[in-house]
């Protein structure tokens, strides 16, 4: 097998693996009522499971690899970042910001159910994720726990996701340059799967100082990935991705293909992944995920 | 003075205290960056300031009179659960919820801004709740801030405000009898007054099994306040009270004041509050505020 085959099989089996364990826990965690709020979990089940690449309980995964944190820890906490990412889908999807019908192949929620369970359901999976991180099966030291609820409630606020996602309305009515894209998209996906990363320095108790190099990956495949979405929206297949594509260039906002364009987008992005893997260089084996991922995220074709 | 007057006039000046210093920390924490997220800050800024009897914060501070909790700490607790109110109140005034126009006397948020930036802010001020909760400002032990996060998450999510939200919804199509009233209330409003109360027991260390007197008097207050509201709704002044009212009768949803009628729902509400001052018979005058609040609860004209 070839160094990019056997990485990306090496993602595609654990991938599988963490598809089929998120999907489990939700599956507990969001057990339906005999009650009027029914509903509700049926849209936030229909919201987070069975779907998505989850890119990001893999990464948290792939960082734990690193420093022995136990599986239960990261896939709790992998489990905490997928409900603020899925939320915000839901969120995103609404008629009032992107106004998506379709969603991993599926009716978006707002869709199968209705707007206002949409909200309640993507109001809850942000409270879900919160209460998951807090809860002592997450972590034993309350230190630990406390850190990541800070970490999360930073990356998905007003300097992180949100900010980011508000920042990509307004670019609808200006026309940013390359420095403000990049600051948006580190801001709308880099900053979870930022988190991701750094949730596992912080079970490990790795003390802040200690994680340029992890925070350089993060950064890394955070620009690469939102490079290859770009990439997907004016080259991919629709049917793949399950979502409408061709989005951003009909709302008139630059992104990084339309500020590089398609060949110095895809060299960037390379060069980013190359940049990524080379913060790894200290490690050995334990690091052989991350690096495969890094891979995996400028390849893939949804 | 009579009891009752001194009663209001101790809820008056401390209520007048707590919303200088929640606007304040407000006003520092949602400082405007001079970026493209100026307006999704200026949209938070007009949801959390400057508004509203804030009662959650108050109670806070009423509950930690009780155990001697810095004041400090009580504060930010208070700003954090009025995030919570805060966004959930944005997001319930969206067209595809209660569709309002008016809230606290001014425009809602979607009005004076536009909806996917009421979404944004509203999601913005849910994630600052659980930043400051767990920022170590708010308290030295990482183990009551972490649990203060998870009692917040809780009484904000599916078993608490945003799920009593959806058996809301779900009243319209249904016609709910006390016992399921009773219930939706306790989730809707009487959740987050509950942590108000807790949030001083956690910050105490006060073991759980040790506070069932204070969460008799958290449900008996929770429950007492909505009965007011629900009589504001049909006999109040819409003027003082900064937003539209006989909203529920027009939805035909079923609330204590249509299952009771005026006079008993009033009677109620009464029982309640002395119940809720029982519970408070083994305390001094450090209770005093908890026992004002309660008696202000049902005479409130707004």
Redesign the interface.
Known sequence: MSGAASASSLVASRAAAVAVEVDRLFDSLLAVPD???R???EA?RHAAMDGGKRLRPLLVQAASDLFNISRDSALRVGIAVECIHV??LV?DD?P??DDDDLRRGKPTV?KAF???????A???L???A??V???EETHPD??V???L??A???A???SGM??G???D???EK?S?DLP?VTR?QQMKTGALIAFCVDAAAIMARIPPEARTRLHGYARDIGLAFQIADDLLDVVGDAGLAGKALGKDAAAGKETFVSLLGVERAREQGRLLVEQAKAHLHGHGPEADLLRAIADYIVERDR
Not at 114 to 120: F, K, N, R, S, V
């Open positions: 009650d009027p709020r509903r509700l979990y936030m939320y915000s969120h609404l009032a910001m707002h209705d707007e206002a369970t949409a909200i309640l993507g109001d809850c942000h409270d879900l919160f209460e991180l807090a809860d309350p230190f726990r406390v850190e609820v800070k999360l409630a930073i998905s606020g007003t949100a900010g996602q508000m920042m309305l307004e670019a200006a940013f403000t948006l």
